[in-house]
């Protein structure tokens, strides 16, 4: 890095990326009638082996001005490089360009290599703003952002296994904001939100509508529009420690439906409430009691849209009211 000013400096950064990655897959034959069509839809007489290597070279631009100690804005560029890799549920095509699906006990010379994806990319570009304000009270930070993804590593439903392909690209952008204040002697306060926009196309090799284009301008789903949170912490000395409290809310705007953008597998808005009280020693061991997930609020981690075999569902069932302490 490089001080243009006493107030303005510069940051380049340069990175080397090279992964080397050896895969083995073995699926024994079930004993069952109903064959190898649960899960992975074949089966292999041995492991069947995969190597590949990866590699790329990014890049990283950060400009920071100070026009006062504490403040800051800063705008950046970074490249981003996710490595690719194989797949654990399925077996890539061969050359003449049957599926794996429904054969048994195959071999390495059978020409159906591992499932290979490739490198995921993103080009990251953020402007910024840091700041204390209230005499030193509280803190704010204000970011936007905006992303440019290429060859997305996606996991797809394939005839009742999953595979894992790139899909074209995706450009997102969005704000986030926090600030985090004393409020008084005892109580501080954090609060939170971001908002996300995303769009994606060129998803016609997984789209699972008849209209193979019926996907294209669809959201990262698993990422919700708008989130936030509220946390509020207390602390009240006493002679040889001190009771501490916090009150916690997060929530988050609904999610899912898959590229297809299906109602079914869509997962509603949802809050979530967590109470602790506890007391701290100045000896170094503290006691807490809580609630978490307070108002016993019901949502999922996650779905999938699926195909084939497997219907469309939800998975990760939020844990419900739960009580307990800590030592």
């Known amino acids: 890095d490089y001080a243009i000013t006493d107030t303005f400096d510069i940051e380049v950064g340069l990175r080397y ?15 069952s009638e109903l064959g190898p069509y ?44 996710k ?3 194989f797949g654990s549920f399925n077996l890539d095509n061969n050359s003449a360009g049957d599926p794996a699906i429904g054969n048994t006990e195959l071999t390495n010379a059978d020409g159906f290599p591992p499932n290979i994806f490739d490198p995921e990319t993103v080009d ?25 993804y290429e060859d997305l590593q996606v996991v797809v439903a394939d005839g009742g296994a999953s595979t894992v392909k790139n899909v074209g690209k995706v450009e997102s952008w969005g704000v986030e904001g926090a600030i985090t204040t004393q409020l008084n002697e005892y ?21 699972g509508l008849e209209n193979p284009n019926g996907c294209e301008g669809s959201s990262l789903f698993w990422a919700p529009e708008w989130s936030g ?12 420690g001190a009771i501490t409290s916090s009150f916690e809310l997060f929530w988050e705007d609904e999610r899912g439906g898959g590229w297809e953008g299906l109602s079914e597998t869509t997962i509603d808005s949802y809050a979530e ?24 609020e019901f949502t999922w981690d996650g779905q999938n849209n699926n195909g084939g075999i497997l219907p469309s569902h939800f998975f990760g069932p939020k844990r419900p009211r739960t009580f307990g302490m800590r030592l």
């Open 38 to 81: 649960w899960a992975y839809g074949f089966s292999t007489a041995e492991y069947i082996d995969g190597s590949e290597s990866w590699d790329d070279v990014t890049t990283r631009f950060l400009a920071k001005w100070r026009p006062v100690d504490d403040r800051m804005f800063f705008a950046s560029y970074t490249e981003g490089f």
């Open 273 to 296: 409430m967590a109470l602790r009280v506890g007391y701290e020693s100045n000896n170094n061991w503290f006691v807490e009691a809580y609630v978490e997930n307070l108002t016993d």
């Open 124 to 148: 990251s570009y953020e402007i910024g703003y840091k700041d204390t304000w209230w005499d030193g009270s509280a803190n704010v930070d204000l970011t936007m952002f905006y992303y440019e």
């Open 229 to 240: 949170a509220a946390v509020v912490n207390a602390l009240f000395p006493l002679r040889n």
């Open 187 to 207: 109580f501080n306060l954090y609060l939170t939100a971001g908002y996300l926009d995303s769009e994606a196309n060129e998803l016609q090799d997984i789209c």
């Open 17 to 31: 990326s090279e992964d080397n990655k050896d895969f083995s897959i073995f699926v024994p034959t079930p004993a």
């Open 83 to 85: 490595s690719g890799g």
